[in-house]
């Protein structure tokens, strides 16, 4: 399985393209994190980053958000910092606990998007 950069609009993928499921889009998105390119360190930092941004317009602390998503507090501040790449369960927790779609979690204007094949 290679990482191909599109040609392409997104907007102008084919059905058969787009992945079916949320679930499925955060697992292509989270394979690409696995990587160690600089566009993986540029996308783990934009969801700290946003996870950050979300929780502090909510006026949550660390430790509520934590609690509430079901994870460690020191979890949870290295997803912030981007030093650490959340699975797609935690991902789906933080939404949950932040009241927001997982997707809001991994925008990045910055990002290029890449397409598992």
Do not use: Y
Request: no cysteine; aromatic share 2%; hydrophobic share 45%.
């Amino acid at each position: 399985m290679g990482l191909v950069r599109p040609r392409f609009a997104p907007s102008l993928l084919t059905k058969s393209d787009k992945p079916d499921t949320i679930e499925q889009l955060l697992h292509n998105i989270l394979a690409i994190l696995a990587g160690e390119d600089g566009d993986t360190m540029e996308l783990t930092r934009a969801v700290g980053e946003n996870i950050k941004r979300i929780r502090k317009s909510k006026k949550l602390s660390m430790e509520r958000l934590a609690a509430e998503a079901g994870v460690s507090r020191s979890m949870l501040g290295q997803i912030e910092r981007g030093e650490a790449n959340p699975s797609v369960a935690i991902l789906g927790k933080l939404a949950g606990a932040l009241k927001v779609p997982a997707e809001v979690l991994l925008e990045n204007d910055d990002f290029e998007p890449l397409l598992l094949l």
